[in-house]
């Protein structure tokens, strides 16, 4: 399968935003990295995991390939991202244990060793600033989904996932994994509609030359519009507090609320997404030399995040740095130099000469 490295490139950029927002969050970095406020790297990193995986099993069910192959990719994706979860849940819970500066992660003095290893084996115990038990539980429904993709019913899908997204907004029921703690409540319910819109998009994205139409003025014009809109709006309301303490400011913080996943932060991450994506596909990628380190980050966007999560866990427990020091902005480069050098090594192996094991093996691009 040829791969698309504008894509690739919009993937290594929400890596880049992933790691300056855990590493240096309140830096002059993250303020300018994160200039429109509402939305961020995560979501992107959402959205292009579920249309790559929708694109890389369109493939597979138009050369025929039985389902059942398609389960057995998936469910080996599965077990890949399980461990790694278990694996990042291990590390912070030893960083909660023995680094006294860390005692916001979990740690094995509640449970007992044996017991939060159970309670991490079933996602019962998950770290912070991570996604991985929510891309297991994501993975999980993609199989009933591929399934429904291939009986032709795309419109029973969005109605699935859009009727639980609005059931969440409408009841508020509590949709998260636990463990992570209040503030890294990543909403399921909320965030699954983001991920499978991306499933449907991608298994659609050569038969309907969805590329070809997203990148035209005509859906680019627009979102250039919305993400200069929404870009001030926050600015007016998060920095310039134009809005503050009235009725407006709290209904657009819901509206736009990032763990919650507001209508208006969909929204938003739709259309800077469109704009990243035509902004890929202009610059010339292969010949700047800034944007050819993104782009490999970006084709190992899996590894890449998995060095970024044990990167923003262990670094403040061995390190002691302010989060808005010149400092916290170094170590950020150097983890996404870290990451750069990582996804050179994956290529130059022998089973990621010609693209990575997990793409081939597991289904799924990294």
Not at 332 to 354: D, E, K, N, Q, V
Request: net charge positive.
């Amino acid at each position: 399968m040829d791969r698309d490295e504008a894509l690739d490139m919009v993937r290594g950029a929400c890596i880049a935003s992933m790691v300056i927002a855990h590493i240096a969050a309140t830096s002059l970095m993250y303020k300018i990295s994160h200039a429109l406020i509402w939305v961020d790297g995560s979501m992107g990193f959402v959205f292009l995991s579920g249309l790559l995986l929708g694109m890389v099993h369109r493939r597979r069910s138009d050369r025929g390939a039985p389902f059942r192959d398609t389960a057995a990719s998936v469910g080996r994706r599965i077990a890949l991202l399980w461990l790694l979860n278990l694996v990042l849940t291990l590390i912070a819970l030893t960083l909660g244990t023995f680094w006294p500066s860390r005692a916001d992660l979990p740690s094995f003095e509640q449970h007992g060793v044996i017991g939060s290893v159970l309670r991490a084996s079933v996602l019962m115990l998950n770290p912070p600033l991570s996604i991985l038990a929510m891309y297991v539980v994501f993975m999980a429904g993609a199989l009933g989904a591929l399934w429904i993709l291939r009986k032709g019913h795309a419109v029973v899908l969005l109605l699935i996932s859009g009727g639980l997204y609005g059931a969440w907004g409408a009841f508020g029921f509590d949709s998260s994994l636990p463990g992570q703690g209040s503030d890294q409540a990543f909403q399921l319910a909320a965030w699954q509609f983001l991920f499978f819109l991306g499933l449907v998009l991608g298994w659609y994205w050569k038969q309907l030359d969805i590329r070809t139409k997203v990148l035209t003025s005509r859906v680019v014009t627009p979102a250039i519009f919305v993400v200069v809109a929404l870009a001030l709006l926050a600015h007016l309301t998060v920095r310039a507090r134009v809005f503050a303490t009235t009725d407006v400011e709290h209904i657009l913080r819901s509206f736009f609320n990032k763990l919650a996943l507001g209508p208006g932060a969909i929204v938003f991450a739709l259309a800077a997404i469109i704009v990243a994506y035509k902004i890929a596909n202009v610059l010339p990628v292969r010949a700047t030399w800034l944007l050819r380190p993104v782009t490999r980050i970006g084709k190992r966007s899996l590894d890449s995040y998995v060095i970024s999560t044990v990167a923003a866990m262990a670094l403040p427990a061995l390190l002691s740095y302010r989060v808005d020091s010149t400092w916290a902005e170094a170590l950020a480069i150097a983890t996404l130099i870290l990451c750069y050098f990582w996804a050179r090594h994956r290529a130059s192996t022998p089973s990621g000469a010609h693209g990575n094991v997990f793409f081939k093996r597991a289904g799924t691009p990294t």
